[in-house]
Protein backbone atom coordinates (compact mmCIF):
# COMPACT_ATOMS: atom_id res chain seq x y z
CA UNK A 1 0.00 0.00 0.00
CA UNK A 2 1.40 3.77 -0.81
CA UNK A 3 2.17 5.36 1.79
CA UNK A 4 0.12 8.19 1.30
CA UNK A 5 -3.15 5.61 1.13
CA UNK A 6 -2.43 4.34 4.07
CA UNK A 7 -2.32 7.77 5.91
CA UNK A 8 -5.62 8.22 4.61
CA UNK A 9 -6.83 5.04 6.04
CA UNK A 10 -7.83 5.68 9.19
CA UNK A 11 -10.36 8.60 7.68
CA UNK A 12 -12.24 6.47 6.07
CA UNK A 13 -12.42 3.46 8.95
CA UNK A 14 -13.79 6.42 11.42
CA UNK A 15 -15.65 8.51 9.34
CA UNK A 16 -16.76 11.53 11.60
CA UNK A 17 -20.51 12.16 12.91
CA UNK A 18 -23.06 13.85 11.04
CA UNK A 19 -24.02 16.85 12.64
CA UNK A 20 -27.53 18.38 12.31
CA UNK A 21 -28.89 22.14 12.17
CA UNK A 22 -32.77 23.04 12.56
CA UNK A 23 -33.63 26.24 10.76
CA UNK A 24 -36.68 27.31 12.74
CA UNK A 25 -38.53 30.95 12.81
CA UNK A 26 -36.90 32.34 16.45
CA UNK A 27 -34.84 29.52 17.00
CA UNK A 28 -31.58 28.11 14.94
CA UNK A 29 -29.88 25.57 16.74
CA UNK A 30 -27.30 22.55 16.24
CA UNK A 31 -29.35 19.65 17.29
CA UNK A 32 -26.19 17.71 17.51
CA UNK A 33 -25.25 19.55 20.70
CA UNK A 34 -28.26 21.06 21.59
CA UNK A 35 -26.80 25.09 20.95
CA UNK A 36 -28.84 27.60 20.29
CA UNK A 37 -26.91 29.16 17.29
CA UNK A 38 -29.76 32.33 17.00
CA UNK A 39 -33.19 33.13 18.61
CA UNK A 40 -34.20 36.25 15.90
CA UNK A 41 -33.19 34.01 13.32
CA UNK A 42 -36.09 34.99 10.10
CA UNK A 43 -37.50 32.88 8.06
CA UNK A 44 -40.60 33.73 5.16
CA UNK A 45 -43.36 31.87 5.39
CA UNK A 46 -46.85 33.02 4.02
CA UNK A 47 -49.83 32.02 2.35
CA UNK A 48 -51.21 32.58 -0.85
CA UNK A 49 -55.04 32.01 -1.99
CA UNK A 50 -56.92 32.55 -5.08
CA UNK A 51 -60.55 33.66 -3.36
CA UNK A 52 -58.27 36.52 -2.06
CA UNK A 53 -55.50 37.18 -4.82
CA UNK A 54 -54.50 40.30 -3.90
CA UNK A 55 -54.32 39.50 -0.14
CA UNK A 56 -50.96 38.48 1.72
CA UNK A 57 -51.36 36.06 4.10
CA UNK A 58 -48.83 36.52 6.46
CA UNK A 59 -50.41 35.24 10.05
CA UNK A 60 -50.07 32.39 12.35
CA UNK A 61 -51.28 29.58 9.57
CA UNK A 62 -51.07 28.54 6.30
CA UNK A 63 -53.37 27.04 4.37
CA UNK A 64 -52.90 24.15 1.54
CA UNK A 65 -55.50 22.57 -0.53
CA UNK A 66 -58.85 23.67 -1.94
CA UNK A 67 -61.74 25.70 -0.07
CA UNK A 68 -65.32 25.48 -1.01
CA UNK A 69 -65.46 27.11 -4.79
CA UNK A 70 -62.50 25.01 -5.68
CA UNK A 71 -60.13 28.42 -4.98
CA UNK A 72 -56.64 26.88 -3.76
CA UNK A 73 -54.43 27.79 -0.92
CA UNK A 74 -50.75 27.56 -1.56
CA UNK A 75 -47.71 28.33 1.20
CA UNK A 76 -44.30 29.61 0.04
CA UNK A 77 -41.67 29.46 2.38
CA UNK A 78 -38.35 30.60 2.60
CA UNK A 79 -35.08 29.95 4.43
CA UNK A 80 -31.79 31.82 4.77
CA UNK A 81 -29.25 28.28 5.12
CA UNK A 82 -26.24 30.40 4.78
CA UNK A 83 -25.37 29.51 8.76
CA UNK A 84 -23.83 26.38 7.20
CA UNK A 85 -20.92 27.73 4.87
CA UNK A 86 -17.54 27.09 6.48
CA UNK A 87 -19.23 24.21 8.67
CA UNK A 88 -19.94 21.54 6.04
CA UNK A 89 -18.07 19.73 3.75
CA UNK A 90 -20.95 17.93 2.09
CA UNK A 91 -24.95 17.46 3.09
CA UNK A 92 -26.22 13.96 4.22
CA UNK A 93 -29.83 14.78 4.52
CA UNK A 94 -32.45 16.91 4.75
CA UNK A 95 -36.20 17.50 6.04
CA UNK A 96 -39.01 19.46 6.32
CA UNK A 97 -41.68 18.83 9.18
CA UNK A 98 -44.86 20.48 9.18
CA UNK A 99 -47.05 21.16 11.82
CA UNK A 100 -51.02 20.82 11.87
CA UNK A 101 -52.88 21.63 14.87
CA UNK A 102 -56.29 22.93 13.85
CA UNK A 103 -59.41 21.08 11.87
CA UNK A 104 -58.81 21.61 8.37
CA UNK A 105 -61.63 19.94 5.62
CA UNK A 106 -61.76 16.52 4.20
CA UNK A 107 -59.85 13.31 4.89
CA UNK A 108 -55.99 12.47 3.31
CA UNK A 109 -54.76 13.98 0.82
CA UNK A 110 -50.93 13.95 -0.69
CA UNK A 111 -48.97 17.19 -0.86
CA UNK A 112 -45.90 18.43 -2.45
CA UNK A 113 -42.91 20.21 -1.96
CA UNK A 114 -41.63 22.26 -4.52
CA UNK A 115 -38.46 23.55 -5.26
CA UNK A 116 -39.52 27.81 -5.43
CA UNK A 117 -37.09 29.78 -7.77
CA UNK A 118 -38.60 33.35 -6.92
CA UNK A 119 -37.15 35.21 -3.66
CA UNK A 120 -40.65 35.04 -1.08
CA UNK A 121 -41.63 37.90 0.89
CA UNK A 122 -43.85 37.24 3.44
CA UNK A 123 -44.90 41.23 3.99
CA UNK A 124 -46.27 41.04 0.10
CA UNK A 125 -46.89 37.59 -1.37
CA UNK A 126 -50.40 37.32 -2.79
CA UNK A 127 -51.94 35.14 -5.10
CA UNK A 128 -51.05 37.36 -7.95
CA UNK A 129 -47.74 39.00 -7.37
CA UNK A 130 -46.48 35.74 -6.00
CA UNK A 131 -42.84 37.25 -5.71
CA UNK A 132 -40.47 39.48 -7.58
CA UNK A 133 -40.16 38.31 -10.60
CA UNK A 134 -42.87 35.54 -10.33
CA UNK A 135 -46.08 37.12 -12.57
CA UNK A 136 -47.65 33.49 -12.74
CA UNK A 137 -50.90 33.74 -10.54
CA UNK A 138 -50.28 31.22 -7.35
CA UNK A 139 -46.61 30.79 -7.83
CA UNK A 140 -44.47 28.96 -10.47
CA UNK A 141 -44.35 25.56 -9.45
CA UNK A 142 -40.40 24.37 -9.44
CA UNK A 143 -38.77 20.43 -9.01
CA UNK A 144 -40.92 18.30 -6.78
CA UNK A 145 -38.26 17.65 -4.18
CA UNK A 146 -40.67 15.87 -1.40
CA UNK A 147 -44.08 14.57 -0.95
CA UNK A 148 -45.82 13.66 2.01
CA UNK A 149 -49.24 12.37 3.21
CA UNK A 150 -51.56 15.26 5.32
CA UNK A 151 -53.97 13.18 7.79
CA UNK A 152 -57.27 14.68 7.70
CA UNK A 153 -59.17 15.33 11.17
CA UNK A 154 -57.57 17.51 13.66
CA UNK A 155 -54.14 17.91 15.44
CA UNK A 156 -51.49 18.05 17.08
CA UNK A 157 -49.39 16.37 14.11
CA UNK A 158 -46.30 16.43 12.64
CA UNK A 159 -46.50 15.89 8.74
CA UNK A 160 -42.32 15.23 7.33
CA UNK A 161 -41.25 15.96 3.90
CA UNK A 162 -38.60 13.16 3.75
CA UNK A 163 -35.18 13.46 2.23
CA UNK A 164 -34.56 12.98 -1.31
CA UNK A 165 -31.99 13.49 -4.26
CA UNK A 166 -33.68 16.39 -5.43
CA UNK A 167 -34.16 17.81 -2.09
CA UNK A 168 -30.35 17.65 -1.13
CA UNK A 169 -29.90 18.86 -4.83
CA UNK A 170 -31.90 21.86 -3.79
CA UNK A 171 -29.80 22.45 -0.90
CA UNK A 172 -26.52 22.32 -2.48
CA UNK A 173 -27.85 24.75 -5.41
CA UNK A 174 -28.90 26.90 -2.82
CA UNK A 175 -25.37 26.79 -0.81
CA UNK A 176 -23.84 27.33 -3.84
CA UNK A 177 -26.05 30.56 -4.44
CA UNK A 178 -27.77 32.53 -2.53
CA UNK A 179 -27.93 31.06 0.38
CA UNK A 180 -31.73 30.95 0.14
CA UNK A 181 -33.67 27.35 0.13
CA UNK A 182 -37.63 28.44 -1.40
CA UNK A 183 -40.22 26.28 -1.46
CA UNK A 184 -43.61 26.11 -2.87
CA UNK A 185 -45.97 23.76 -0.66
CA UNK A 186 -49.36 22.91 -3.06
CA UNK A 187 -51.87 20.51 -3.06
CA UNK A 188 -51.29 17.17 -5.10
CA UNK A 189 -54.24 15.04 -4.54
CA UNK A 190 -57.61 15.27 -3.08
CA UNK A 191 -60.84 16.62 -3.41
CA UNK A 192 -62.08 19.97 -4.50
CA UNK A 193 -62.80 21.39 -0.82
CA UNK A 194 -59.79 19.61 0.64
CA UNK A 195 -57.23 21.50 2.66
CA UNK A 196 -54.96 21.52 5.93
CA UNK A 197 -54.11 24.27 8.57
CA UNK A 198 -50.11 24.32 8.67
CA UNK A 199 -48.69 26.06 11.36
CA UNK A 200 -46.97 29.42 10.20
CA UNK A 201 -43.87 30.79 11.01
CA UNK A 202 -45.99 33.69 12.66
CA UNK A 203 -47.16 31.14 15.46
CA UNK A 204 -46.48 32.04 19.05
CA UNK A 205 -45.07 28.77 19.86
CA UNK A 206 -42.05 28.51 18.44
CA UNK A 207 -41.60 24.79 18.42
CA UNK A 208 -45.10 23.98 16.13
CA UNK A 209 -43.00 26.67 13.69
CA UNK A 210 -42.10 24.70 10.10
CA UNK A 211 -38.75 23.28 11.13
CA UNK A 212 -35.92 22.73 8.55
CA UNK A 213 -33.81 19.73 9.48
CA UNK A 214 -30.26 19.66 7.49
CA UNK A 215 -27.79 16.76 8.05
CA UNK A 216 -24.34 17.35 6.92
CA UNK A 217 -21.00 16.43 7.71
CA UNK A 218 -18.51 18.88 9.01
CA UNK A 219 -15.05 19.88 8.36
CA UNK A 220 -13.04 17.96 9.98
CA UNK A 221 -11.75 20.55 13.52
CA UNK A 222 -7.83 21.04 12.90
CA UNK A 223 -7.20 19.30 15.88
CA UNK A 224 -9.70 16.31 14.78
CA UNK A 225 -7.66 16.25 11.36
CA UNK A 226 -4.22 16.19 13.49
CA UNK A 227 -5.23 13.44 15.73
CA UNK A 228 -5.92 11.30 12.48
CA UNK A 229 -3.00 11.56 10.72
CA UNK A 230 -0.82 11.35 14.00
CA UNK A 231 -2.86 7.83 14.49
CA UNK A 232 -2.40 7.17 10.52
CA UNK A 233 1.85 8.26 11.30
CA UNK A 234 1.74 5.88 14.30
CA UNK A 235 -0.03 2.91 12.68
CA UNK A 236 2.60 3.63 9.41
CA UNK A 237 5.05 3.10 11.99
CA UNK A 238 4.29 0.66 13.64
CA UNK A 239 3.53 -1.86 10.56
CA UNK A 240 7.44 -0.64 9.32
CA UNK A 241 8.75 -1.98 12.82
CA UNK A 242 10.43 1.44 13.38
CA1 LIG B 1 -40.98 35.31 9.38
CA1 LIG C 1 -44.84 34.55 8.11
Redesign the pocket.
Known amino acids: MKRSLLLLTPLFLFPLAADVIRFQ?GDLRNLSTDTLLDASY????VMIREDQPTTTG?GNQFFVGREAGNNTLRGLIEYDISALDGLYSSIDSVSLILNIKANGSGGNFNIGLYEYAFPVD?STATWNSPALGDSTPGGSVGTLLSSANAPGGSGPVDVTFANSSAFQSAVNSALSGDGKLRFLVKQDSGGSSDFRRFT???DGTTADRPELLISFNAIPEPSTALLLISAAMLGFFCRRGV
Open positions: EGMDNNEADG
